[in-house]
């Protein structure tokens, strides 16, 4: 079954760095999407990202968050300069050819945390 | 912004019992999808109800959608240990053409044997 996949699972960065959160979706999706989860809360909505843009960001996606697509399979997160705030688990997601009203699959998540 | 709220927060049952889960909005919506997410995991689709009043089944899953499309519930019916997790609803935010997902904040679910 296809699936979306995420590296590393796990990073600890000095608060000030700056972290890549990398993400392959599954290959035939051209949706592609960041959350995040702090521990115990729910899942928030980052931003969204379509035919080489951004489509839609949230409040959360400020100037210190950036989103690439480097080639024909990767999805990446950049975080600038990380702040104690930021240590959550950030999930990728993709969906399929229609945008509307499908599924959402998610990656198995990059914990990161900010010491 | 938009608000999907859930509850309730947190439920722990007797393996057989049965639960529920009730997630409402202010705003009419397009359509709702439900998620669970195991302990450590990531979130993983149930299903869609995108129809006024309309209903669906996964084995001892039932899923409703109201008539007026603000609110939604999840019942699973004799629950078992390996329904521990927790539930999230989640509606497509509003004026995106995109399944930009607004979450509710989920109800955990504890089945003790």
């Known amino acids: 079954e296809p699936e979306v996949t995420q590296t590393p699972s796990h990073q600890v960065t000095q608060m000030g760095q700056e972290v890549i959160l990398r993400c392959v979706p599954i290959s035939n999706h051209l949706y592609f999407y960041w959350y995040r989860q702090i521990l115990g809360q729910k899942v928030e909505f980052l931003v969204s990202f379509y035919n080489n843009e951004i489509s839609e960001k949230s409040e959360i996606f400020d100037d210190q968050f950036s989103v690439e697509r480097p080639d024909g399979s990767n999805f990446t997160l950049k975080i600038r300069s990380t702040k104690l705030e930021d240590s959550a688990m950030y999930f990728c997601a993709s969906t399929g050819t229609a945008p509307k009203n499908t599924e959402a699959f998610f990656g198995q998540g990059t914990r990161l945390t900010v010491v | 912004g938009q608000q999907v709220m859930q509850i309730p927060q947190y439920q722990h049952v007797q393996e057989g019992e049965d639960f529920t889960t009730y997630c409402n909005s202010s705003t009419t919506l397009s359509n709702i999808q439900w998620y669970k997410q195991r302990p450590g995991g990531h979130p993983v689709f149930l299903i869609q109800?995108?129809?006024?009043?309309e209903v669906k089944k996964q084995k001892r899953l039932t899923f409703q959608f109201g008539e007026a499309k603000k609110n939604s519930s999840l019942h699973i019916t004799a629950t078992q240990t390996t329904d521990v997790g927790t539930y999230f609803c989640?509606?497509?935010?509003?004026?995106?053409?995109?399944?930009?997902?607004?979450f509710g904040k989920g109800t955990m679910l504890l089945v003790s044997p």
């Open positions: 109800l995108v129809k006024s009043g």
């Open positions: 989640a509606a497509p935010r509003p004026g995106t053409g995109y399944s930009t997902l607004t």
